[in-house]
Structure formats: C-alpha cells, structure tokens
C-alpha cells in the first residue's frame, strides 16, 4: 500500500507563507508524478499544482500562479509545496496526491489519474 502523509499546515494571516510537505513510501517514488489539490468547505476538491515524475515540468492552477511553488526531492521521497503570499480563499484542506502511471510525459492536472492521497492538511488564511 502506498501511503501519503502531509504536514506543514496552519493558521496564517493574509499575505503570509506557509510550505507543505507530502512524505511518500510503497512504491519508487520518482517514477511517478505527484499533485496537490485542495477542499474548501462546502467545496469541491480542485487541482492546486502537479510536478511531473522527472521534476522537469510543473503545471499550476491559474488561482496561485506567481504564489506557490511545488518541488520535489526524490533523494528524501517528499514533494514540497509553498505558499506566498496567501489569501483567504486560499483556506482549505489540502491534499497530496500521487499519479497511477509511470513516466507520464504531462503531469495529470484532474484527480482521477490519481490513485493514491493522503489525508491532508488544513490550511486556514484569516483576513
């Protein structure tokens, strides 16, 4: 069983940073893309960020161009994500996720080639 857990999460005001990390195990880990995704209450879940299996490409959503950066360090088996200059709608549970198939040449940018999530993080950003 692959397992995803994440960490970093917290409460910060608005124009804050906070950096997220996803810890992964099960499988080889660098053959494999990896996402972040997010909830808000009463929400569905949305695509935050994807890094292909190489680290030679990333793809984010238009909401956080320019303010989150996501990386990964296969030597150590985590994906990083970190969030600048944060906003209130960017509260929200956030979710690590790793892709199904190996050396995908585009990072998946919708949930369902994802078959492995962790249990997330809660990010809250007050105004």
């Known amino acids: 069983q692959v397992q995803l857990v994440e960490s970093g999460g917290g409460l910060v005001q608005a124009g804050g940073s906070l950096r997220l990390s996803c810890a992964a195990s099960?499988?080889?880990?660098?053959?494999?893309?990896m996402g972040w995704f997010r909830q808000a209450p009463g929400k569905e879940r949305e695509f935050v960020a994807t890094i292909s299996w190489s680290g030679g490409s990333t793809y984010y959503a238009d909401s956080v161009k320019g303010r989150f950066t996501i990386s990964r360090d296969n030597a150590k088996n985590t994906v990083d994500l970190q969030m600048n200059s944060l906003r209130p709608e960017d509260t929200a549970v956030y979710y690590c996720a790793a892709d199904l198939a190996p050396h995908r040449p585009i990072a998946p940018r919708s949930d369902s080639p994802y078959g492995y999530w962790g249990q997330g993080t809660q990010v809250t950003v007050s105004s």
């Open positions: 099960g499988r080889t880990f660098s053959s494999y893309a």
